[in-house]
């Protein structure tokens, strides 16, 4: 093997491997390093998303929702069960086999592509240069016309609630369990939070969160957070605002937390508690002395709109970065280096990112909040259609939320879309299509939306912003 290479990508997750795979689309000389270890002491490609994050959560989720479907909403279909029960032996076996089959799939197409994959640890040096570690503690010197950084995040530990692995876990161990917790307590109220928080619930755990925030998910629009913290209540999730968590301790009878909110002091007890207040750019080790890449204060590696770290030859990618933590984020910028790096166009837009957090209902936004649209100076003007005059959602027995245009009231412009109902996740889709074509209302109020579909509420969402819904009543 070559010591020499067009391109090293420091990173195989959901930014470093599309970087090395549209390199190699490119012609380049390709090498992939990933030092992504499993519980089981076992090297993966994939980084936390495929391994430890949205492959095995949604796994979870989706065998979760089904045995709750199957417990609250198969009656009314007619469907009539007994007994029902679920193995999680064998729901965490689908999970892992799942993750097996994806993470591998990522190897077999860096393979394909003639990329040099090492599994291992990444470290670059000054003057384009890496080093790398092999699992066996050998060390080699690579050099490269090209490096990208795409080392990806780690769960932000919280000091008075330290991961012990058991009892006390993070997110990568709440995926892990092998029962159902009778008592779990979720600290942080975000999109990890709620995620996890709801699978276990479903299965039967008494779920409460603890957010210090005295705001539900600030983050979305404030009329899809209203929305969505009466379905989660409404769920069985026991949401507790503005409780700060002082104190966590493993006893005998389970982990003991002490926080405070509004009343004062309060003492919560978990058979499980769950860490999950967001996650740190992971850089450690990364950056050898002298290399001139400079890291924020809060742990970001500093880019410009191309991902370049102000070092001749080398980028970064992904959480490592600036903007949302998200996977699809990562990719489109490991996508647009590996043009860059070729002498090609490459683009990536961050106001046009969809966000997603997958519970029942799934939220999805892209573009502008209602506030941000005021905020910002907008004569905004709004169209909600909810999903319970959808005959789609109704059949489906999922007819909770709706879907929010917010547009420019002088142009027409639409500003963002904002969902929260079933497949949420899915339907954003067509949202972010207009707004990077620049979509007005009137475009999505003239696009045919098939009959009976879920795209429909988006469609007359549309319409309602100019009172010209016509599934529902307009005022």
Known sequence: MSDLFDVIVIGGGPGGYPAALRAAQNKLSVACIDGWKNYDGSYAFGGTCLNAGCIPSKALLESSELFHRAGHEFKAHGIS????????????????????????????????????????????????????????????????????????????????????????????????????????????????????????????????????????????????????????????LDVRLGAKVSAAKVGKAGVDVLY????????????????AIGRKPFTDGLLAEGTGVRVDARGFIEVDAHCHTGVEGVYAVGDCVRGPMLAHKAKEEGVMVGDLVAGNYGHTDLDRVPSVIYTAPEIGWVGKTEEQARAAGFTVKLGVFPFVASGRARAMEASGGFAKVVADAATDRILGVHIIGPMAGELIAEAVLALEYGASCEDLQRTIHAHPTLSEAVHEAALAADKRAIDMPNR
Request: glycine fraction near 12%; proline fraction near 3%.
């Open 260 to 275: 405070t909110d509004a009343a004062g002091e309060q003492k919560a007890q978990f058979d499980k508690l769950v860490v």
């Open 81 to 236: 069960l007994s007994a029902l029960k679920m193995d999680i032996t064998a729901m965490q076996k689908r999970k892992a086999d799942i993750v097996k089959g994806m993470t591998g799939g990522i190897a077999g197409l860096l393979k394909a592509a003639g990329v040099t994959a090492l599994q291992g640890h990444g470290q670059l040096l000054p003057g384009r240069k890496v080093l790398f570690t092999a699992p066996d503690g050998s060390t080699r010197e690579l050099s490269a016309k090209n490096v990208v950084l795409a080392s990806g995040s780690v769960p932000m530990p919280l000091k008075s609630a330290a991961v012990d692995g058991k009892q006390i876990v993070d997110s990568w161990g709440a995926l892990e369990f092998d029962a159902v917790p009778a008592r779990l307590g979720v600290i942080g109220a975000g999109v990890i939070g709620l995620e996890l928080g709801s699978v276990w619930a479903r299965l039967g755990a008494k779920v409460t969160v603890l957010e210090a925030s005295a705001d539900f998910l600030p983050i979305a629009d404030r009329q899809v957070s209203k929305e969505a913290l009466k379905q989660f209540t409404k769920q069985g």
